[in-house]
C-alpha cells in the first residue's frame, strides 16, 4: 500500500510557540488517526478522525490540541502552546475502518521542545 | 478498560536462534491483536493480525504469532532470527466493536531485541 508520509520528519520548536505536523493520507480513506510516543515509552492514542470530525479523543487530547483536514487530503495536528512534555515522535495513521484494521502508520514527526 | 502488558523489555538472541515475545492482554472479549516492528527513527511496521478464525496467524518477515484464549496471549515467533530483525516490537489490542466509529490501538510497552551475530 501506498505510504502515510508525514512533514517535518523533525522540528525543534521554542516552549509556548505554536506546532502544526502535517500527514498526506490518501484522499480516499475514511479513518485517520494521531498517535505520540514519548521517547522510551509506549505509542499512545491521541485522536480519531473520521468522515471529517473527530470520533474519539483521548484524555492526552485536551485543549491544546486540535485536527483538522482543511483541503482533503492533508491531515494536520496542531499544538497550541507547546511544552516540554510535548517532546515525542507523533505517527498520523489512515484506515479504511474495520476491515482495515491493522492500518498504516506515517514514519513519524519527531516533535523537541525547548 | 484494555491493556497489553510485554513483560520483557529487552530480549538478546543469536542470530539463527528462535524466538518468542510475549504479549498479554486484559480486556473484556476476545479483541483484535495485532504485532508491529519499530526500527530505530522508522514508523511503525504491521507484522501480522489477528481478527478470528485459525489462532495461529502468519506474518511478513517469516514472523508468525498464536492467539491462546485460555492465557490472553498473542505471542510473536520466529523460528531463525536474522539480523535485520533487531528492532523494537510492539503488541496492540483494539475493540471489535467502537460506536464511536474510532478503531484505535492500545499498545504494549515494547519488546527490544538484539541480535547477536
Known amino acids: 500500500e501506498p505510504e502515510v508520509t508525514q512533514t517535518p520528519s523533525h522540528q525543534v520548536t521554542q516552549m509556548g510557540q505554536e506546532v502544526i505536523l502535517r500527514c498526506v493520507p490518501i484522499s480516499n480513506h475514511l479513518y485517520f488517526y494521531w498517535y505520540r510516543q514519548i521517547l522510551g515509552q509506549k505509542v499512545e492514542f491521541l485522536v480519531s478522525f473520521y468522515n471529517n470530525e473527530i470520533s474519539e479523543k483521548s484524555e492526552i487530547f485536551d485543549d491544546q490540541f486540535s485536527v483538522e483536514r482543511p483541503d482533503g487530503s492533508n491531515f494536520t495536528l496542531k499544538i497550541r502552546s507547546t511544552k516540554l512534555e510535548d517532546s515525542a515522535m507523533y505517527f498520523c495513521?489512515?484506515?479504511?475502518?474495520?476491515?482495515?484494521?491493522?492500518?498504516?502508520f506515517g514514519s513519524g514527526t519527531r516533535l523537541t521542545v525547548v | 478498560a484494555q491493556s497489553v502488558t510485554q513483560p520483557d523489555i529487552h530480549i538478546t538472541v543469536s542470530e539463527g536462534a528462535s524466538l518468542e515475545l510475549r504479549c498479554n492482554y486484559s480486556?473484556?472479549?476476545?479483541?483484535?491483536l495485532f504485532w508491529y516492528v519499530q526500527s530505530p527513527g522508522q514508523g511503525l511496521q504491521l507484522l501480522l493480525k489477528?481478527?478470528?478464525?485459525?489462532?495461529l496467524v502468519q506474518g511478513i518477515k517469516g514472523f508468525e504469532a498464536e492467539f491462546k484464549r485460555s492465557q490472553s496471549s498473542f505471542n510473536l515467533r520466529k523460528p531463525s532470527v536474522h539480523w535485520s530483525d533487531a528492532a523494537e516490537y510492539f503488541c496492540a489490542v483494539a475493540p471489535t466493536y467502537s460506536g464511536a466509529g474510532s478503531y484505535q490501538l492500545t499498545f504494549g510497552k515494547g519488546t527490544k531485541l538484539s541480535v547477536i551475530p
Open positions: 480486556y473484556g472479549a476476545t479483541p483484535y
Open positions: 489477528y481478527f478470528s478464525g485459525d489462532t
Open positions: 495513521a489512515r484506515g479504511l475502518g474495520q476491515e482495515n484494521y491493522g492500518y498504516t
